[in-house]
């Protein structure tokens, strides 16, 4: 097989970052000899989450075997999914902003038709429905559990119990139509076609906010694994958490 030097567009302290994690770990689970340093397991793992290489791709790169590149990925992922903030947690920094944004997406990942509960009819393809919220920059502050592409956003909101901590603390949020009923909390645009006057200008306000919550859907679609998830649906949590520590931390 050819192999060929590449880039990963990431900064040198997330590498440091993650390589420092795994040093920790190591020292605590008394690990003596690895075929890779921590600082090359953590730029396995980092080809992995932000360039989409498969397992096969990363074993001819670093010289190991598939089954090692998989041990040492699922290490590391389960290792910074469990420093990802839950949604308590990520109320604390919440609670500092004017307001936030809420907004949902679809992960796609490689199920077939039979996979109904996968299914999305709003986006007309196979994923998982993730939940966000942005700040007013559209910064990521926090995302939530993937849940099956079938469940409606609104319904995933309170799934994950957004509106009812928002409202808890009083904390207000831009969101679409989607999430209309999800309490006051949560402000949506007028529904309807051919709005006039004050709701015209409601809602052309409303989109110039909650349009920067974008910026948060394409930090996460920056990490190409994201893009097409082909491993279990079990799986895809500790991954997207994974993420979400990486770029909290860095």
């Known amino acids: 097989m050819l192999v060929y030097p590449s880039g990963i567009d990431l900064s040198s302290r997330t590498l440091q970052h993650l390589s420092g994690l795994l040093a920790g770990h190591r020292r605590r689970i008394g690990s003596r000899w690895r075929r890779l340093t921590c600082g090359r397991q953590a730029l396995l793992v980092l080809a992995h989450l932000r360039c ?34 839950t949604l308590e947690q990520a109320m604390t920094t919440v609670r500092k902003k004017a307001y936030v944004i809420l907004d949902g997406t679809l992960l796609p990942i490689d199920r077939i038709a039979a996979d109904r509960p996968y299914y999305s009819g709003k986006k007309k393809r196979h994923g998982m429905n993730v939940q966000v919220l942005a700040d007013p920059a559209g910064r990521l502050i926090w995302a939530s559990d993937a849940l099956p592409g079938a469940v409606h956003d609104l319904a995933a909101a309170r799934t994950h119990g957004i509106p009812a901590a928002l409202t808890a603390d009083g904390i207000k949020c831009w969101a679409d139509k989607a999430y209309q009923g999800a309490g006051p909390a949560v402000r949506v645009p007028f529904r309807g076609k051919g709005l006039r006057g004050c709701h015209r200008r409601h809602n052309r306000d ?45």
Do not use: N, Q
């Open 206 to 250: 409303h989109a110039k906010i909650r349009s920067l919550g974008e910026r948060a859907m394409a930090t996460l679609k920056c990490w190409r694994l994201l893009r097409k998830l082909r491993c279990s649906t079990t799986r895809i949590t500790t991954v997207l958490r994974a993420v979400i520590a990486l770029e909290l931390a860095t």
């Open 52 to 85: 989409g290489d498969t397992y096969a791709r990363l074993a001819a790169g670093f010289s190991i075997g598939i089954a090692t590149v998989c041990r040492y990925i699922r290490e590391a992922v389960d290792l910074l999914a469990a420093r990802a903030p």
